[in-house]
Nanobody
Framework: QVQLVESGGGSVQAGGSLRLSCAVT??????????MGWFRQAPGKEREGVAA???????TYADSMKGRFTISKDNTKHTLDLQMNSLKPEDSATYYC????????????????WGKGTLVTISS
């Protein structure tokens, strides 16, 4: 079965950077229906889409992340990454890696496979 395991979370000060990584197992990143994304959920808030990337490398971002976050994938290493720069306290949340097989791949779309999340805490 598909396994997604996030890593890289931690605590940094506002303005700092973090790089999250997701180890992907038994999901075909090179399939023309491969869609992967990052989501986040802060305490007391709904889960929201952060970024998505399709099989061909086409990316979409939530408006508040544009210019600060970069999603990327490595088909040979079977990883999905999220580079986060200029972090703000409001970016504090548990970040989840997710995937599905679909020709449509847009930030926030529903996903079928989920990791357990990694916690990111940004202090002011």
């Amino acid at each position: 079965q598909v396994q997604l395991v996030e890593s890289g979370g931690g605590s940094v000060q506002a303005g700092g950077s973090l790089r999250l990584s997701c180890a992907v197992t038994r999901f075909a990143l090179d399939s023309n229906r491969a869609c992967m994304g990052w989501f986040r959920q802060a305490p007391g808030k709904e889960r929201e889409g952060v970024a998505a990337i399709n099989w061909d490398g086409l990316v979409t971002y939530a408006d508040s992340m544009k210019g600060r976050f970069t999603i990327s994938k490595d088909n040979t290493k079977h990883t999905l990454d999220l580079q986060m720069n200029s972090l703000k306290p409001e970016d504090s949340a548990t970040y989840y890696c997710a995937a599905r097989y679909s020709f449509r791949c847009h930030v926030g779309d529903g996903m079928d496979y989920w990791g357990k999340g990694t916690l990111v805490t940004i202090s002011s």
